[in-house]
């Protein structure tokens, strides 16, 4: 199987913070990026796609570096409602998304 | 539209037993899978299917068994229950040619 290998976290950080999170992968020639966001006991839900050019959603940044088989994201002005397990996604060729096992963000008042 | 649905929420069986966990999605996706999530685990993909009548297995298709008649419904069945299929297991569905995946609440499953 191929490997997706994250932070292991957890991260406790403060409202307002800024936090990195960084995933690598082992498949040189994986097809798609992604990060997912799972809430305690829930569903996975896509946060966002991960483009080699890199892309912004609001306060959230996702970059993808293939020649390092590394992507990031980063949460800036960190929100309560942020913590969550941020999973990392890859798809190499056909259906089957490959996860990373997730890291846990807490952010404290 | 409901989206993605799975019966049940919970359930504990006993050794040796049989069961089905439905999924069901009524946006027309193509596309629709199994997972199962264990601690310290990521999601690993059980079985999938493309389209009604089509189905292939995963990374851990042992123990399980799925058909796909309907394009909204996909059924996983549990031959005999083992205490090592105790997991969350999820149903996640897609249109052909998406990259996101739509994921059921989830069937929390005990085997003792």
């Known amino acids: 199987r191929k490997e997706v290998e994250q932070d292991p976290g957890p991260f406790n950080v403060p409202e307002g913070a800024t936090v990195a999170f960084n995933c690598t992968y082992s498949n040189s020639a994986s097809q798609s990026f992604f990060w997912y966001r799972q809430d305690c006991r829930k569903e996975p839900k896509l946060l966002m796609s991960?483009?080699?050019s890199g892309n912004e959603d609001g306060r959230f940044t996702a970059q993808l570096n293939r020649a390092s088989q590394y992507i990031s994201l980063l949460i800036r002005d960190s929100k309560l409602s942020d913590s969550a397990t941020y999973l990392c996604?890859?798809?190499?060729?056909?259906?089957?998304?490959?996860f990373g096992k997730g890291t846990s963000l807490l952010v404290t008042p | 539209n409901a989206g993605v649905t799975q019966t049940p929420k919970f359930q504990v069986l006993k050794t040796g037993q049989s069961m089905t966990l439905q999924c069901a999605q009524d946006m027309n996706h193509e596309y629709m899978s199994w997972y199962r999530q264990d601690p310290g685990m990521g999601l690993r993909l059980i079985h999938y299917?493309?389209?009604?009548?089509?189905?292939d297995q995963g990374e851990v298709p042992n123990g399980y068994n799925v058909s796909r008649s309907t394009t909204e419904d996909f059924p996983l069945r549990l031959l005999s229950a083992a205490p090592s299929q105790t997991s969350v297991y999820f149903c996640a569905s897609s249109y052909s040619g998406s990259d996101e995946q739509y994921f059921g609440p989830g069937t929390r499953l005990t085997v003792t």
């Open positions: 996604v890859v798809r190499d060729s056909g259906y089957a998304l490959n």
């Open positions: 991960v483009y080699s």
């Open positions: 299917s493309v389209g009604a009548g089509i189905t």
